[in-house]
């Protein structure tokens, strides 16, 4: 199994910690509501969520997160989740929930 499909498996595992939504997408796996994408695992095997100002400063301080890209590309208000917390389901589920909440509390696209 290479390291991306490991990681494929991880996301899959905090995406199921939710029964609210699903996992989305084949090549390139995410979640969403509202017509955004809140969650993601881009090709280079990184997860990203998307948090609300005040939550990313809080995560990227206390989890040493930072930007999250996907293709070369700044996505915004995203946060990378760094590798080490990946099973750390206690920490990321309630996150992945967060990230849910914040936008669905955008304007629907």
């Known amino acids: 199994m290479n390291n991306w499909n490991k ?7 905090i995406v199921a910690t939710q029964n609210t939504f699903k996992r989305k997408g ?3 796996p995410y ?3 509202n017509g955004y994408m809140f969650s993601m695992l881009n ?9 609300s100002k005040e939550s990313r400063e809080a995560f990227t301080k206390t989890h040493n997160g930072t930007v999250f890209k996907s293709y070369g590309a700044v996505i915004r ?12 389901l206690d920490l990321l ?10 936008t669905e509390s955008l304007p629907p696209k």
Not at 7 to 13: F, I, N, T
């Open 93 to 102: 589920a309630p996150l992945l929930m967060e990230s849910y909440n914040y």
């Open 77 to 88: 208000e995203y946060v990378h989740i760094p590798d080490q917390l990946l099973t750390n």
């Open 7 to 13: 990681k494929l498996e991880l996301y899959d595992r």
């Open 43 to 51: 090709k280079a095997g990184e997860v990203g969520m998307r948090l």
């Open 31 to 33: 979640t969403s509501t």
């Open 26 to 28: 084949k090549t390139m």
